[in-house]
Nanobody
Framework: QVQLVESGGGLVQAGGSLRLSCVAS????????MAWYRQAPGKQRERVAT???????VYADAVKGRFTISRDNAKNTVYLQMNGLKPEDTAVYYC????????????????WGQGTQVTVSS
């Protein structure tokens, strides 16, 4: 089973930028859809960025125009570039492989572990 390890979080002022990385311990097919999720305290986990098997990117409305998901297959790494950060972006961020079934993407993660904490101060 592929293990995913997120890094790159931290404390940043509003308007700042961070780049998150997600490194896979094993090889991930370049056609495997991937996503970034986040979970803020007291809120449900939400998917913020999706990279489909065809290379199409999809973003949640809350981050559209500010976040960019990308991948480097040679490094087995998926990135999330976050610009124009806002206090409401404060959350623990996770990456995940996705499974496409019945017209919907599902996370394949069975546990969510530590993720990487992003804190945006106002």
């Amino acid at each position: 089973q592929v293990q995913l390890v997120e890094s790159g979080g931290g404390l940043v002022q509003a308007g700042g930028s961070l780049r998150l990385s997600c490194v896979a311990s094993g090889s991930i097919s370049s056609s495997n859809p991937m996503a970034w999720y986040r979970q803020a305290p007291g809120k449900q986990r939400e998917r913020v960025a999706t990279l489909t098997s065809g290379g199409i990117t999809v973003y949640a409305d809350a981050v559209k125009g500010r976040f960019t998901i990308s991948r480097d297959n040679a490094k087995n790494t998926v990135y999330l570039q976050m610009n124009g950060l806002k206090p409401e972006d404060t959350a623990v961020y996770y990456c995940s492989q996705l499974l496409y079934f019945g017209g919907t993407y599902y996370s394949t993660r069975t546990s969510w572990g530590q993720g990487t904490q992003v804190t945006v101060s106002s």
